[in-house]
């Protein structure tokens, strides 16, 4: 699992400054107040998600489909499920009921 983390390398949406240490020339400066005015804007909730659910052929959703097939075996009749992976059309992105705080947020909320 674990793919709900942030993917891109050195981008931490919730972090501080963004800025390392002391820098002395402005265009350090002016990076790291953009960076400033960006963070602003990012929110630690999240509102969306991408959806585990498939739709098959018939427009039914579930998570996984079969289909039962019936083998002959020294003349007895036996059935069995058989997984379908073809033809399956993902959900897609999901609005969530109640928002959820994002995996990389850096504050303990409770302590146990």
């Not at 579930?62 to 993902?90: C, D, M, W």
Request: charge should be positive; aromatic fraction near 8%.
């Amino acid at each position: 699992m674990g793919g709900s983390g942030s993917k891109v390398k050195g981008a931490w949406p919730f972090a501080g400054s963004g800025a390392g240490g002391d820098s002395g020339s402005e265009g350090q400066e002016d990076q790291s107040l953009t960076r400033l005015k960006g963070i602003r804007k990012a929110t630690p909730f999240i509102f969306t998600r991408r959806s585990s659910l498939y739709y098959d052929e018939d427009g039914d959703l579930a998570h996984e489909f079969y289909e039962e097939t019936v083998v002959t075996k020294n003349g007895r009749k036996k059935s069995k499920l058989k997984r379908i992976q073809k033809n399956l059309i993902p959900q897609g992105i999901v609005k969530l009921n109640h928002p959820r705080i994002h995996v990389d947020f850096p504050v303990i909320l409770c302590e146990v």
